[in-house]
């Protein structure tokens, strides 16, 4: 296990419906990476928390959006949802001051949007 | 578990040969590459990554060879076992702490 702990690890929502997922870092790390993954692709950078701010972000529109809090876990907001948001949402914590290969991954929440 | 595995491109083969799992990247700036394992219902795991300046890395029981004048990268993974058994993902980065960048990925089935 890795540390990384998302909530919840399935659900189901209805198209131009708002859906919030979680995660909880590792213990020491204060970045959180946020990645989409549609079936059979590899992840996609969705954007990056550190220290509640947001610290680069991928090609996603706005409507996916993101809180980092004083503890360090994170939250992904989508708005509007759309069929094609559904995808395995993955996060990964990591120290800021190693490199990514310090980064572990949760085990992801499965998104299904209908 | 969940599958991440549908319409990958697939390794099939048998305990204890070796498998060599390739990815073509396409940032010829990317200074990082790294090789991910993902198994079902789990999110990517760490297995070993090379730098630019570097064309061989090895680890337990997995070697990496990356040719730059190609943009190529390779997982070598020796001995086969069957906890070997996900798909893997190549991912590229301009920095140590940059973003990742994931290709496609390969799924690897091995078989007792």
């Known amino acids: 296990e890795t540390g990384v702990t998302q909530s919840p690890t399935h659900l189901i929502k209805t198209r131009g419906q708002q859906v919030t997922l979680r995660c909880s870092s590792q213990?020491?790390?204060?970045?959180v990476s946020w990645y989409q993954q549609a079936l059979g692709q590899g992840p996609q950078f969705i954007f990056q928390?550190?220290?509640?701010?947001?610290?680069g972000r991928g090609n996603f529109p706005p409507r996916f959006s993101g809180l980092q809090f004083p503890n360090y876990s994170s939250e992904l907001n989508v708005n509007a949802l759309e069929l094609d948001d559904s995808a395995l949402y993955l996060c990964a914590s990591s120290p800021i001051t190693s490199r990514f290969t310090e980064a572990f991954f949760g085990q992801g929440t499965r998104l299904t949007v209908v | 578990g969940e599958s991440v595995g549908l319409h990958l491109p697939t390794l099939s083969v048998q305990e204890g040969d070796n498998s060599i799992i390739n990815c073509a990247y396409s940032n010829s700036a990317s200074d990082y590459f790294i090789w991910y394992k993902q198994e079902s219902g789990k999110g990517p795991q760490f297995i070993i990554d090379i730098r630019s300046n570097m064309d061989k890395r090895q680890g337990q029981r997995v070697t990496v060879l990356l040719n730059k004048t190609v943009k190529h990268l390779s997982l070598q993974i020796a001995a086969t076992q069957p906890g070997d058994s996900a798909v893997y993902f190549c991912a590229e980065s301009l920095s140590g702490y940059s973003t990742l960048t994931f290709g496609k990925g390969t799924m690897l089935l091995v078989s007792p």
């Open positions: 928390y550190y220290r509640e701010e947001e610290n």
């Open positions: 213990s020491g790390h204060n970045t």
